[in-house]
């Protein structure tokens, strides 16, 4: 795997995707997914300038933020359990799979005792598969109302993990939907909210997502190779 090589491919692509579509390339930022990856793989990345890093896993998560010497910015990206919040404290920049409200509270507590503040986004399972996290679409307003009281969050937007296509372009109302449930959310003005964030859009959907407004893909298989 030529992961520098990798890198500087889908950065050309995200630049070409948006100037067909009239985006400002400095709004996509790529999110390299490293689950299941060593640390030297990581490393490759950031040593070509790749400082924006994505995990699923809560343990390996926080295992390789210790391993990991460069600095770096990390995201938790995978389904969370309460309970293991506590291994992320202070080490992520951001969670984009915070889907329900005592999993909110339970990331506010965990922050709180830093006096912090995180950054997550909501997950909406648009296809409402049984086997996938988010909230429903329906849901998505109330729980955002809940999480925004909550001192120690801030909600930056929101992300979907859509059902898996082998065509992209049958996920493409899947992204549109997500940027109008952000843009029915933004007209609300609620405080503690802000609806910049679009997290959307893996290795083979990534081009479609950012043509829909994606701000942050999560690559993984296109940078390190297969899993
Ligand atoms: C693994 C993972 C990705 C990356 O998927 P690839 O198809 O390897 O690019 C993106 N988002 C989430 C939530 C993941 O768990």
Not at 44 to 52: E, K, P
Not at 60 to 69: P, S
Request: hydrophobic share 45%.
């Amino acid at each position: 795997m030529d992961i520098a090589a990798n890198i500087a491919q889908i950065q050309k692509r995200i630049i070409a995707v948006c100037q067909n579509c009239g985006r400002d390339p400095g709004e996509v930022r790529l999110v390299a997914v490293s689950k299941k990856k060593p640390a030297k793989d990581i490393e490759a990345a950031i040593d070509v300038g790749q400082t924006l890093l994505g995990e699923s896993y809560v343990q390996e998560c926080a295992a390789k933020i210790d391993e990991v010497r460069a600095d770096a910015e990390w995201h938790f990206i995978g389904a969370l359990q309460s309970n293991k919040v506590k291994y992320l404290r202070g080490k992520v920049a951001m969670i984009h799979s915070v889907d329900r409200f005592s999993l909110a509270e339970m990331i506010n507590r965990q922050w709180s005792k830093n006096d912090a503040c995180v950054d997550i986004l909501i997950q909406v399972n648009l296809g409402e598969e049984e086997s996938k996290s988010g909230t429903t679409a329906s849901e998505l307003i109330d729980l955002v109302r809940q999480v925004a009281q909550l001192k120690h969050v801030r909600i930056k937007g929101l992300m979907a993990l859509p059902p898996w296509v082998a065509d992209p372009e049958e996920v493409r109302p899947y992204f549109r939907q997500l940027r109008e449930l952000a843009e029915q959310i933004a007209a609300l003005e609620l405080s503690n909210v802000t609806m910049q964030e679009l997290s959307m859009g893996m290795s083979h959907d990534y081009e479609v997502a950012i043509e829909e407004g994606a701000t942050l893909v999560r690559i993984g298989t296109a940078i390190f190779g297969a899993r």
